[in-house]
């Protein structure tokens, strides 16, 4: 306040005082972001995003991601010619350099397949000893024990292979072997697994993965879950006791294991209607309401208990959306996004129709200091970066306010 006492403005005192005045923020726009970068080049400065970053114009490649989203373009549309290539300087190779090379990665633990060796060294080999394999060998190394690839597969191999693997794995089931290794090569010998194994004289191996019901089994599975107290019966289990025996509530009088519920009725459907309030009913009980009064809804009118609202409505995205980013929240995670794709399609339409983007280019400097902060190790972009620019100058200047490192290009 003592500046303004005595002088009429910062400025003024500051000439007063003799003190250089700070950089003010550049005013970015398309047409100076062109002009800027024409001057650039005149000045003998690369036009690559490298080149400048080094002569320190991280203010000019901000604003060129900015307002035209890429530096071929900004180049294009101020007339520029792209930058030459740099050619680095051809190493030399010779006979004795390419078996140095070789051995020393296998020293190092590297692989040198084909496949796996460096390209530049790969060339080199081929270059001087015509192929790989002779360069492998010239070096002390036996290239069919290097090789990534082996020979194919013989049919004895094949059955030695499959009762090793019955041996050490009495319990696979014929599913795993599609991701054996040697899975090609058994359709390729034998035409299907079935007949691989049937070659390899294995009987009951692999393990079927799904057994064979019977009413036996279907009773058998009823007393072991009565005795080991679980109450719920998986679809397959429910779907066998249908066909052997009609009704899950006749496979339980067979076997003599308690009912898990008696029978439904319109007093019983209408009590746990009223318990259950607004929560959501559960399959038995939406399955007696659809038997009893033709639907849901009709039963809880009948029980003078009201719908439950739905979870996530349009209007509720859009509010949520909206609170989230006035308090500078612009990330969306589960549920909030299935429900942002169910009722708008994607994202962005859901992002449009709460206003987001209005809402940021209303942002005070607090808000969005703090939603730099958060996007530190990420670029900025979209909304965000149209308001950083309009503060601060750029989002470099941002990034620099918000104490938080300028990230590379």
Not at 186 to 215: E, F, H, Q, T
Not at 383 to 390: D, F, L
Request: aromatic share 8%; glycine share 6%; hydrophobic share 45%.
């Amino acid at each position: 306040m003592a500046i303004f006492r005595h002088f009429e403005s910062l400025r003024s005192a500051r000439d007063a005082a003799g003190v250089e005045h700070p950089p003010q923020a550049r005013k970015w726009s398309l047409d100076r972001v062109v002009d800027e970068l024409k001057r650039v080049y005149a000045s003998g400065v690369d036009t690559t995003a490298s080149a400048l970053l080094t002569a320190g114009r991280q203010d000019l490649v901000v604003a060129i991601y900015t307002y035209v989203r890429s530096i071929v373009r900004a180049r294009r549309m101020a007339k520029i010619p792209p930058p030459r290539r740099r050619w680095s300087e051809a190493e030399r190779w010779d006979e004795e350099r390419v078996i140095a090379e070789i051995i020393a990665c296998h020293a190092n633990g590297e692989s040198i397949a084909a496949s796996k060796a460096p390209s530049k060294l790969l060339c080199a080999g081929q270059r001087y000893f015509k192929t790989w394999r002779n360069a492998v060998e010239s070096a002390g190394f036996d290239y069919d024990e290097i090789l990534l690839l082996r020979r194919p597969y013989a049919k004895q191999e094949i059955c030695e292979l499959l009762r090793k693997l019955a041996r050490d794995r009495p319990s696979i089931q014929l599913a795993e072997l599609y991701d054996h290794r040697s899975y090609s090569a058994m359709i390729r010998l034998y035409g299907s697994l079935p007949r691989a194994v049937r070659a390899a004289g294995l009987g009951d191996w692999p393990v079927p993965r799904y057994k064979k019901w019977s009413r036996r089994r279907v009773i058998a599975e009823l007393r072991a879950r009565a005795a080991a107290g679980i109450r719920r019966s998986d679809a397959t289990l429910q779907e066998a006791a249908t066909l052997y025996f009609g009704s899950m509530r006749a496979a339980r009088a067979a076997a003599r294991v308690p009912q898990l519920r008696g029978v439904w009725s319109k007093e019983r459907v209408v009590t746990e209607l009223r318990a259950l309030g607004e929560r959501f009913p559960d399959r038995n009980l939406a399955v007696a309401c659809e038997r009893l009064f033709g639907g849901v809804v009709a039963a809880r009118r009948a029980a003078g208990v009201a719908a439950p609202p739905p979870k996530w409505s349009a209007e509720r995205v859009i509010e949520v959306l909206r609170t989230r980013a006035r308090g500078g929240e612009l990330s969306v995670e589960e549920p909030l996004l299935s429900a942002c794709l169910r009722q708008f399609g994607t994202l962005a339409a859901a992002r449009r129709a709460a206003g987001v983007d209005e809402i940021v280019a209303a942002w005070p400097k607090t808000v969005l200091l703090e939603v730099v902060r958060g996007l530190a190790p990420n670029w900025i972009r979209g909304a965000v970066a149209t308001r950083c620019v309009r503060l601060f100058g750029s989002a470099g200047d941002a990034r620099l306010a918000a104490g938080v490192p300028e990230r590379g290009f």
